[in-house]
């Protein structure tokens, strides 16, 4: 039983998201995941995927609740059983629905950045790949309620985090740090080493 966090960007979640979901390059074009919203994806011991479930902290409106909306609309077009788990409270329920002792894998999109579309006043929305921006004070909010939000299924479920993996981006870094600062878990971010995906670097912790 191993449960990783991954935090990066929304191309490479797009490709990640893939085989799990059993998603084809049709179902991902144009699609947006989640922003600065964890999505824990259970997997069985056969390593098949159980459940869905797209954190919120109770107390705290969806950072990006329209991508949340496609995200769910393109599981359930899949027949990919998913739910907003409101935390704390709404933790024991999903926990309630899997008996089995399989593996998590927890998908954490950065927060909102300079050059997200939901900036106020400014000229957003546009697309930056591997480009280098900041996220803004919301951004850092949103990834440190996602953390808490993560805290309260870690705690409840009496797991450990076993690896942390996150890229070069500034963006999904710091996202990864405010969540696992959230989740009392900083050591991780003291083991990144790098490896080389798709001819970009990857952290990853070891």
Request: glycine share 8%; hydrophobic share 35%.
């Amino acid at each position: 039983r191993k449960n990783y966090i991954v935090s990066t960007s929304g191309n490479t979640f797009r490709v990640l998201s893939m085989d799990p979901f059993e998603l084809t390059t049709k179902d991902v074009e144009g699609f947006t995941f989640p922003l600065g919203t964890p999505v824990r994806i259970h997997f069985d011991r056969e390593g098949k995927v159980t459940s869905i479930q797209i954190f919120q902290l109770s107390g705290r409106d969806p950072p990006d609740p329209d991508n949340v909306e496609a995200f769910q609309t393109l599981l359930n077009n899949k027949g990919i059983t998913n739910r907003i788990v409101w935390s704390p409270e709404g933790v024991p329920a999903a926990l309630a629905e899997e008996p089995d002792t399989g593996g998590n894998l927890v998908f954490d999109r950065h927060g909102q950045t300079e050059s997200s579309d939901t900036v106020p006043d400014a000229e957003g929305g546009y697309w930056v790949g591997w480009y280098q921006v900041d996220l803004t004070p919301a951004g850092r909010l949103d990834a440190a309620a996602g953390g808490k939000a993560l805290a309260a299924w870690v705690d409840a479920a009496n797991l450990t985090i076993d690896r942390a993996f996150t890229s070069d981006l500034r963006r999904a870094q710091d996202t990864l740090t405010e969540a696992l600062n959230a989740m009392r878990l900083q050591k991780l971010m003291n083991r990144l080493g790098r490896v080389r995906l798709n001819g970009k670097s990857l952290q990853v912790t070891h």
